[in-house]
């Protein structure tokens, strides 16, 4: 005896343009690009004191970067590398302190904050840029963070895709549906 099946599947790796701006647009604020530069370091207490030495100008924040930084998420210059929200969510432990770092204003410094690998001096570098979401780049990121964070509405799509199309094949067929 022969034995067959017809079967429908469904990639994620299609998840239509159009949902991911949907997403987008609902969620602005995970995508601004926040201009920030951080000093980091393993331990509170040296970041506590050369934030009192760039506080009394005995050293700038580019010599801090340069000397004393230990770079973890930054570049060499000190420009932080993570400047999504999305990503400096994960990376700050406190929601008190991300809300600090992302209002940093152009020059102006966060205070020592807790980070998921040690601690960090933030320094605000200029104007945050908002989302393009007409950019490939952009929605690139979206889906991205789509598939990392939030793959549960993914697959809710795609789980009403399905049952849509199991309905239309009751009532007009599997070839049909």
Known sequence: YQRSFDMVSFSKTEYPEA???SFANANPDLFVKHNLSAITGDD???LKSILDQINKNEITFEDAVSNLSTLRTTEENGKFKNNFKYQLKVILT???DLN???NLKAGELSGVVKTASGY??????GENTPADFTDEAMLKTVDTYMNTYET???EDYYINLAQ???ADAVTLGFDAA
């Open 94 to 96: 406190s929601e008190d």
């Open 120 to 125: 960090a001096i933030f320094r605000g570098d």
């Open 44 to 46: 509170e207490a040296s």
């Open 164 to 166: 849509d199309f199991a």
């Open 100 to 102: 600090t770092v992302l």
């Open 19 to 21: 949902e991911l701006i």
């Open 152 to 154: 549960g509405l993914i």
